[in-house]
Nanobody
């Protein structure tokens, strides 16, 4: 059974940096092909931010965060990370980590391709 738990989302000023973590248990190549970060701002649809292939590689980013965010994994402790730099006010949202099936390899940021979700961690960027 896949279980995901996010952490690391306090408030930060615009232009600052933040690193989110997601403790992932039960994720194997038998049940998941990708790990990803999504976010949802109040009144908006949940949107994909970044994806990485289970085992490493295949990083893919939404245009709005490319060059500012970096997704990575640490196999030793089964943790997914999202390093966020040059944060903007519009990055304020609830951030979720997710594990996806085979469809996430060709639709990397489509939430319908992801079968397991964490509970989310709030990120607030202030001016």
């Amino acid at each position: 059974q896949v279980q995901l738990m996010e952490s690391g989302g306090p408030s930060v000023q615009a232009g600052g940096s933040l690193r989110l973590s997601c403790a992932a248990s039960g994720v194997t190549r038998d049940n998941s092909y990708c790990l990803a970060w999504f976010r949802q701002a109040p009144g908006k649809e949940r949107e994909g931010v970044a994806r990485i292939i289970v085992g490493g590689g295949g990083q893919y980013y939404a245009g709005s965060v490319k060059g500012r965010f970096t997704i990575s994994t640490e196999k030793a402790n089964n943790t997914l990370y999202l390093q966020m730099n040059s944060l903007k006010l519009e990055d304020t949202a609830m951030y979720y980590c997710a594990a996806g099936g085979s469809g996430c390899t060709w639709a990397p940021l489509s939430k319908e391709k992801y079968h397991s979700w964490g509970q989310g961690t709030q990120v607030t960027v202030s001016s």
